[in-house]
């Protein structure tokens, strides 16, 4: 394990397709922006209570009938899996010459992940696994070419409300999709009579040229899910200030959206 850095991406993991990919996201913005990749697995308080009860069975998908499903079973699965998440972690920190570090944490994912992120800290989350954190810098190069093709050639979303938050997402939206040669587009989240005022805002930020920009009147976690699909992301950028880093909000994102999130505050 290398030694600790001053910058942190903290990744939630598990060895799923989902997790793994946004394993791939966070190892390139590490890269990207020389920061620490710091991979965190999370014991589902939720299955090692159910596997306490007394009437707990688990269903065979290749043996016939019911058999025992107790604590002592869920724990030895959950540390192989652990095992395997942090090798894969490892592997990938060696490929990219990241520096890294692993721990198991036991709670539910969103209040374990934003216990160890600041408020100040990026986010990137993956669907159903997988959260990163890290102190925004400077991001050229080479590792956002990489972190664009997980984009799949589908547009780079950026979130903006006239906030320093939405800024800096705007900025790091117009970085990603300029070194990708995809689509920028901008969700502008205003009322019908302030939206003029935001787009100007966004297109003064984007000399030489306007940005695709479309209005949406919430913020509300599945209205803006919604209008990411729409925009057909493969990125969606935003700031957050906070507001998915607790309740609903958080797991709306994580499972309503088929590409990785990158959260701002």
């Not at 793994?20 to 014991?43: H, K, W």
């Not at 992120?117 to 190069?141: E, F, H, I, K, T």
Request: charged share 20%; aromatic share 6%.
């Amino acid at each position: 394990m290398r030694d600790q850095g001053a910058g942190r991406i903290v990744l939630v993991l598990d060895v799923s397709p989902r997790s793994r990919a946004a394993l791939e996201t966070a190892a390139v913005l590490a890269a990207a922006l020389d920061s620490e990749l710091a991979g965190v697995f999370v014991e589902d308080i939720n299955l090692l209570r159910l596997s306490g009860l007394p009437f707990t069975r688990e269903v065979g998908l290749f043996a016939p009938g019911l058999r025992p499903f107790g604590e002592q079973e869920v724990e030895r699965a959950l540390r192989r899996e652990a095992e395997a998440a942090q090798q894969l972690l490892a592997a990938t920190a060696a490929r990219l010459s990241l520096r890294w570090s692993f721990q198991v944490a036991r709670g539910q994912i969103a209040t374990e992940l934003f216990a160890l992120a600041n408020a100040p800290d990026l986010v990137v989350l993956g669907r159903r696994a997988g959260a990163g954190a890290l102190s925004l810098g400077n991001y050229l190069g080479a590792p956002l070419r990489a972190l664009a093709r997980h984009a799949e050639q589908r547009a780079v979303v950026a979130v903006y409300d006239g906030s320093t938050t939405s800024r800096q997402a705007l900025e790091l939206a117009r970085q990603v999709a300029m070194a990708s040669g995809v689509v920028l587009r901008v969700l502008v989240a205003a009322t019908d009579a302030e939206y003029a005022l935001r787009e100007g805002e966004v297109n003064k930020l984007f000399p030489g040229g306007t940005v695709a920009c479309r209005r949406i009147a919430s913020l509300e976690p599945r209205a803006l899910a919604a209008a990411g699909r729409q925009e057909q992301a493969g990125v969606l950028v935003l700031g957050s200030n906070g507001r998915f880093r607790e309740g609903e909000g958080f797991y709306i994102l994580l499972n309503e959206l088929d590409c990785p999130v990158v959260l701002l505050g």
